[in-house]
């Protein structure tokens, strides 16, 4: 008998480096003198195979609710196989960029369109923007 994938795609790591390379749980990014980039990467694993990977940046108040979304990314797989890879995207900030925070959500789907439960977000990384024009 066949088996059918029921399952969402596995999260084995999730990673947001900056060009500032802070250390900092929470980056803070400052654009003032000129464009900083964010590079987002996922280690993702999935019996029948990841479908489509993505982050969708949002910034957010000082109680942490979700505001508008500024940004959306599609990563693309770097390394490995869909069943079992490495996936990245970058993100370019320049000085048009809107201060504050941001929220990076990173959501997955696997070819036959399994998501975890309830939401498609597997994880949130977050950074502060600093832009003093």
């Known amino acids: ?7 969402a795609p596995a999260l084995k790591s999730y990673t947001m480096t900056t060009s500032s390379s802070s250390s900092s749980s929470t980056p803070e990014i400052d654009v003032t003198e000129g ?15 990841v479908g489509r990977v993505k982050i969708d940046i949002f910034n957010t108040d000082t109680n942490g609710e ?14 490995g196989n869909d069943k079992d890879g490495t996936y990245e995207a970058t993100l370019t900030l320049d000085n048009q960029t809107r ?11 696997d070819i036959l369109g399994n998501t975890p439960f309830g939401s498609n977000v597997v994880a949130n990384r977050h950074f502060n923007v600093i832009n003093n024009n």
Do not use: M
């Open 35 to 49: 464009p900083q980039t964010i590079t987002f990467r996922a280690h993702l694993t999935d019996e029948s195979g």
């Open 1 to 7: 008998t066949a088996k059918i994938d029921w399952s």
């Open 66 to 79: 979700l505001g508008e979304r500024q940004f959306e990314l599609e990563l693309s797989l770097i390394e």
């Open 99 to 109: 201060p504050g925070s941001y929220q990076c959500a990173l959501k997955v789907w």
